[in-house]
């Protein structure tokens, strides 16, 4: 796997799909190496996945890209990024040959087609390998702005074995793009299971927040950037407390909104209803699922840019808690008005809010819903399950059952797997 983002330490939340794909593919039986980026935060971790970083700048504080450090607020690329795009491709695909030469992969799936499909090529001249592409979402909405990247994209969707898509749009933007329809999927996300938090650990962050009042709690979480709509939530909180004066909602996460949306709120007069705890590691997660009485994902579409399909909604089911979601790209795929959720439109703040009272005025209701999207994670939208329908596309591209590639070089001249570069 080739990857822009993946957790660089073992509570990292960045890119965590990534790693829960990777090790349920492993955990299923398949040998899996992941080639990243550099970046000065990355830290050895237990896992069955072999992480594989590669620099391609000095200084080390200049490695920028990949870990969404390369975008300002997913709208447009910083200039640094156009300088340092040569210097990634070529250092990235020298470390993808290396790796080729020294362990017998079967294929390589690349992660965002821009920047990373030209690696899918790489893989494609020097190993004869077949290669798979994902696309994200960000990824196809800087192809469709830049002719250059979109003359990328198509070049290397058309020589992919297998595409995949997360939501509809993405699904159509991919075949914008021109990937081939009869190679192209809709494959949507799974979710880890979270463990349920001990009421020491939800007492003691509910004592950290200033929640001693035990009114109820609305949750988000994720990259504090313009389509994951917080500040529709922020405003929806200012109707919130009409009725639910009580009512406290936590906004958890980092990026280049967070001093506009405290702002927001200050102006609104909703400051001291709102919390933002900054970054959430991995282990806290299900601790703040606990905590919290329902989870708002507000996405929206943001100069065109939006998410394929927000993780957290998979989290906040996977928890048992009933999510309230806009009704936008791939959530619709996994959250049912009315029966595993709440679907709203975007950037609506009334609706929103309604929806948000709904729940705290029927807690049978939200306990109903939530139950029911735990339900579905189990049954269906887990890695388990979803991994079938990616190997499933590998053989459907030429990999045999048995792992052996039907195309191209077999692998015999070179070193086994555990072989050390």
């Known amino acids: 796997m080739v990857a822009s983002t993946y957790p660089r330490f073992d509570q990292d939340g960045a890119g965590r799909f990534n790693r829960s794909f990777a090790e349920a593919l492993a955990e299923a039986g398949h040998e899996v190496h992941v080639l990243v980026p550099y970046e000065p935060s990355i830290r050895p971790y237990e896992t069955p996945v072999y992480i594989h970083p590669f620099r391609y700048v000095w200084p080390d504080a200049c490695s920028t890209m990949g870990y969404a450090k390369a975008m300002s607020g997913d709208r447009r690329l910083r200039w640094q990024a156009y300088f340092l795009l040569p210097l990634f491709l070529f250092f990235g695909a020298a470390a993808l040959c290396r790796l080729i030469r020294y362990y017998s992969f079967d294929l390589v799936h690349v992660h965002w087609v821009i920047p990373n499909g030209p690696f899918g090529l790489a893989a ?3 190993g004869r390998l ?22 990328v994209a198509r070049f290397v969707l058309r020589r992919a074995r297998g595409i995949t898509a997360c939501s509809p749009e993405l699904y159509q933007g991919a075949l914008d793009l021109g990937a081939p329809p009869q190679l192209t999927r809709l494959i949507v996300y799974g979710a880890d299971p979270l463990t349920c938090a001990p009421d020491s650990a939800v007492e003691e962050l509910r004592s950290q927040l200033g929640l001693e009042d035990n009114g109820p709690v609305i949750l988000a979480l994720g990259r504090l950037v313009g389509k994951k709509g917080f500040h529709i939530l922020v405003q929806a909180m200012a109707y919130v407390v009409d009725s639910h004066p009580r009512a406290r909602c936590i906004i958890a996460g980092e990026g280049p909104q967070g001093e506009s949306l405290r702002s927001l ?20 997660v299900s601790i703040y699922m606990r905590l919290s009485d329902v989870c708002i994902v507000p996405s929206i579409h943001d100069a065109g840019n939006v998410d394929g399909l927000p993780t957290v909604v998979l989290e906040a089911m996977s928890a048992g808690r009933p999510v309230i979601a806009s009704n936008v790209a791939g959530i619709p795929l996994i959250v049912s008005h009315g029966e595993t959720g709440l679907l709203v439109p975007e950037q609506d703040p009334k609706q929103l809010a309604l929806a948000i009272c709904s729940l705290l005025d029927h807690p049978q209701l939200a306990r109903r819903l939530g139950e029911a999207g735990q339900s579905r994670v189990k049954q269906e939208l887990n890695w388990g399950s979803v991994v079938e329908r990616f190997v499933a596309m590998y053989r459907a591209g030429g990999i045999g059952s048995n792992g052996e590639t039907r195309e191209g070089e077999s692998g015999e ?7 050390e570069p």
């Open 413 to 419: 001249d070179r070193l086994p797997a555990n072989a």
């Open 124 to 126: 494609e001249l020097f």
């Open 130 to 151: 077949p290669f798979f592409v994902t696309v994200h979402g960000s990824d196809v909405f800087f192809a469709r702005r830049n002719r250059w990247f979109a003359a």
């Open 265 to 284: 709120a200050l102006r609104l007069k909703v400051a001291e209803h709102i919390r933002f705890p900054g970054v959430v590691p991995w282990n806290q």
